[in-house]
């Protein structure tokens, strides 16, 4: 009698659609390059996936993989497109020969506030012209997102205070709308890693960095630097956590509404969680010595001048190329606008 309930609950087992074993118990691997504690981690992966597993009542949990335990920045689209991890921070710029449209939101000028990016963003990714030009083509879908608050210019040695200054200076910055940024103003862009930063500044082979406030932190480069400028926004980077479309499609509905109900929540929870804890970084910093130098009216307007150009240079380029940059462009200044934000250097 015994055996026969077994193999009958067997049966029953196999017989089971996919996502009804999913939502029973489910496991996903999540991984990114981050170090442990970093402050994006906290305000939005952490809190996403606690979230996740109270809305399926315990049902889906994750093993998190941080500080490049699986793989480097750039190649966690391929780890997750893959399978060799679920879930991945797939940040556009590290891929873009593969996601070149998404940089749309790391352009210079286009908002001042991390939420105003992070809510265009959000849209665009998950329902316009990025949702089908880029994450579908990919084999990924959009959970995560936040579009950090304007980079700045970040210097060891001599601060900025006029277009002259930014001649010459090697800055890192993660490629593609940067170096467009870096070049309009006659600096040198050097292309890597968050992660690989801190040697290469600490051995004097860069002279600063293009780069958000709390990473300056989370990195340690705050006891590299020694000033920052203020007034005016260098462009922007996306951190995005994306799943294997394949692992989303086998998902059941219930665990599907529940992840995009909690994505949903995170997000607007996320940018003014990274707005706020920069306000507290910035008094930190200062203290500890780091000078932030608002840049002169005359030094913004020119430099302003000089970017206006950046966002049709970018578009243009990848329009040569098939790609819909010029669009992607419109739909993401006018969710801008409609989350009022104004473009100040296209």
């Given at each position: ?69 699986i793989?480097?920045a ?168 994306s ?8 998902l059941?509905?219930?665990v ?7 994505s ?34 005359a ?31 419109k ?10 934000a ?5």
């Amino acid at each position: 009698m015994k055996k026969n309930l077994v193999r009958a609950a067997a049966v029953l087992a196999l017989s089971l659609p996919v996502s009804t074993l999913q939502a029973q118990a489910l496991e996903l691997k999540v991984a990114d390059s981050f170090p442990a504690g970093h402050y994006l981690v906290r305000l939005m992966l952490k809190p996403w996936m606690d979230d996740v597993t109270r809305r399926t009542n315990g049902a889906v949990t994750f093993t998190y993989y941080p500080n490049q335990q699986i793989g480097k920045a750039a190649d966690m689209l391929r780890l997750t497109q893959s399978g060799v991890v679920d879930i991945g921070y797939i940040g556009p710029s590290y891929v873009s020969d593969k996601m070149p449209l998404s940089e749309v939101a790391q352009l210079p000028g286009a908002f001042a506030t991390s939420c105003q990016g992070t809510l265009a963003y959000w849209k665009i990714a998950r329902e316009g012209i990025l949702a089908k030009q880029e994450y579908a083509p990919n084999k990924i879908k959009l959970l995560l997102a936040v579009v950090l608050p304007p980079y700045q210019v970040w210097t060891v040695k001599s601060k900025v205070e006029t277009t002259k200054d930014m001649q010459g200076l090697k800055l890192r910055t993660t490629g593609g709308a940067q170096d467009l940024t870096l070049r309009a103003l006659s600096a040198v862009p050097v292309r890597m890693a968050a992660p690989d930063a801190y040697e290469s500044l600490s051995r004097g082979t860069m002279d600063g960095l293009l780069f958000p406030l709390d990473s300056v932190v989370s990195y340690g480069l705050d006891k590299l630097v020694k000033h920052a400028t203020e007034g005016v926004s260098f462009g922007s980077f996306i951190v995005a956590y994306s799943i294997n479309q394949s692992v989303w499609d086998k998902l059941s509905d219930d665990v599907k509404k529940a992840m995009n109900e909690a994505s949903e929540a995170i997000s607007p929870q996320a940018c003014a969680g990274v707005e706020k804890e920069g306000e507290v970084t910035k008094k930190q910093m200062q203290d500890e010595g780091i000078s932030f130098d608002p840049l002169p009216e005359a030094t913004r307007t020119e430099i302003k001048d000089k970017l206006k150009g950046v966002g049709k240079e970018w578009a243009s380029g990848l329009d040569s190329r098939g790609k819909q940059a010029s669009a992607a462009l419109k739909e993401f200044d006018d969710l801008l606008t409609a989350g009022g934000a104004k473009q100040s250097a296209r």
